[in-house]
């Protein structure tokens, strides 16, 4: 692509914690790039869904097409994706409002930031392999090959989103919103209790969430074998803890305390749910890995379990053919 020129558009992604997208598209400018860190954003503070990203309504063409059943696997990907997805959840419970809520890993916040190396992966990402990893391991499933109808739509969504953005791939709004320190050390005891008065009662006591009379999933499960596998971002208590503070309980963002949101994702973090699909057979050497951090749960015991060594294997529902739900 020819980058010369005050305006020439350009596209690019990232994708975050959950597992699910988020982007920003821009045009490439005379003028610098705001150079404010997402990181840097004040506790609590960010920018309006409104201002973010392209409220046009999708074209009436082939392109439209494509962009609008983007937006259709990204609110129901185990309905529009089923070939790939493990589980119940959707790209919308991490990235609201359809990837444009700011402060939940908008995708119009994202678009311009991918290619971009990964730790996790060692090695140069294109927008695409960074959705794929959202299948693998936040949807439980398996990744859709490069090219596929299904990335061309995600990624023609995302497009679409982020279109007359100006470039800026430390967008206010990208990501989750900047989360401190807690005052003390994350805690499972004041986390649960945190998580029975306010949490509860959409994702049910087990964390297993809610469905309607048809079957389809109301509240997503937070653990277990119907939610997302150890490889997730969401599984990192830190990136959990933001996006709880910021957006939970759902409509309610803001209302719990920096110390609640921080104790409750440990909470969370610390349940037993599908294996990592990484897996090298060992728990410890699996952790050692993949989950060296502190913000990792897996490989830890908890309640006298080491998290990992009982999870049920990845892939959910694809192992069962005959699983409707």
Known sequence: MNRTGSAVAIVGVLIVAGGTIMLASWQQQSAPAAKTAAAKQPEGKAVTADQGFNQAPLPD???????????????????????????SLTCSNCHLESGTKAGSA?????????????????????????????????????????????????????????????????????????????ALPADYARGEQVYTQRCALCHAQDGSGQQDNRGNMTF?????????????????IKNAAAFIRANMPYSQGNTLTTQQAWDVALFMDSQDRPQDP???????????????????????????????????PPGGRLNNKDDKH
């Open 278 to 312: 990484r897996f090298t057979g060992s728990v410890a050497e699996t952790r050692e890995k993949y989950h060296h951090s502190a913000s990792s749960m897996y490989g830890k015991e908890v309640n006298g379990s080491v998290l990992g060594s009982a999870s049920p």
């Open 61 to 87: 063409s082939e392109f439209g097409k494509v962009a609008a059943t983007g937006k259709l696997i990204f609110d129901n990907p185990a309905r529009y994706a089923a070939n790939y997805v493990g589980n």
């Open 220 to 236: 997503p499960a937070l653990w277990g074998e119907k939610s997302f596998n150890w490889g997730a971002g969401m599984g990192s």
């Open 106 to 182: 908008p995708l119009w916040a994202a678009w311009m930031a991918y290619p971009a190396y990964r730790s996790k992966n060692h090695h140069v990402n294109s927008f695409q392999e960074r959705l794929q990893g959202c299948f693998r391991f936040s949807m439980n499933g398996k990744a859709p090959p490069l090219g596929s109808p299904e990335l061309v739509a995600l990624e023609s969504y995302a497009w679409w989103l982020a279109k007359g953005q100006a470039l800026d791939p430390n967008a206010p709004g990208r990501g989750f919103t900047r989360l401190a320190k807690p």
